[in-house]
């Protein structure tokens, strides 16, 4: 099977711009969640999406919002950028949560705000 | 919260050594499992242990669980150069997909 694939690989963005980032999950897998990776607050969870809906939700502001396509690839938006909000975006996806089992993560998208 | 803390943050051994890191965390689990992360890359699965369970073999890798001190190790055994990476224990909810991470340990093995 083909791995967890994220797109863009590496992205630079002015402050104010937003961004969309893009998750393709492996196939079969139906839930998406999304992390930010930072060197200061190190792995910190934004959103999981589950068959199309938003599941549960980490403490970020309003600015980082997501969705889940019927095909369960997942999209996250972060609107007007902060030059906080550098960082790497990973997605990682996983059965269906009723069976307790890992996660597998994509490669990441860099984001560099300037 | 019920993120995990590993210890020590960084760790630097010759080749064919042991590598030693643990990870402690704060609320209940069903299981814990680690990560391995290469440099700016994503986070690849290493193991899962049950909070049922006390110890766990995988090849090179043993972990070990002790819920009474809500604590776990990872070791890896003769080292290689290629297990340079960081570390990450992670504590899945009993719900959902909200894996919380630890803080990583940072592992340099030296040729």
């Known amino acids: 099977k083909a791995g967890v694939t994220q797109t863009p690989r590496y992205l630079i963005k002015t402050r104010g711009q937003q961004v969309t980032l893009s998750c393709s999950p492996i196939s079969g897998h139906r839930s998406v969640s999304w992390y930010q990776q930072t060197p200061g607050q190190g792995l910190q969870f934004l959103f999981e999406y589950f068959s199309e809906t938003q599941r549960n939700k980490g403490n970020f502001p309003g600015r980082f919002s997501g969705r889940q396509f019927s095909n369960s690839r997942s999209e996250m938006n972060v609107s007007t950028l902060e030059l906080g909000d550098s960082a790497l975006y990973l997605c990682a996806s996983s059965l269906p949560s009723g069976r307790v089992g890992e996660q597998y993560f994509g490669p990441g998208t860099r984001l560099t705000v300037t | 919260s019920q993120q995990g803390e590993e210890d020590p943050q960084a760790l630097s051994i010759q080749e064919g050594e042991n590598a030693t890191m643990n990870c402690s965390y704060k609320t209940s689990i069903n299981n814990l499992q680690w990560y391995r992360q290469n440099s700016g890359r994503g986070l690849v699965h290493l193991i899962l242990i049950r909070s049922n369970e006390r110890e766990k073999h995988s090849g090179r890798l043993r972990v070990t669980l002790d819920t009474s001190k809500k604590s776990s190790s990872l070791l890896i055994t003769a080292s290689r150069a290629a297990d340079t990476a960081s570390y990450f224990c992670?504590?899945?909810?009993?719900?959902?997909?909200?894996?919380?991470f630890g803080t990583g340990t940072s592992l340099t093995v030296i040729p």
């Open positions: 992670a504590t899945p909810p009993n719900t959902g997909n909200q894996f919380y």
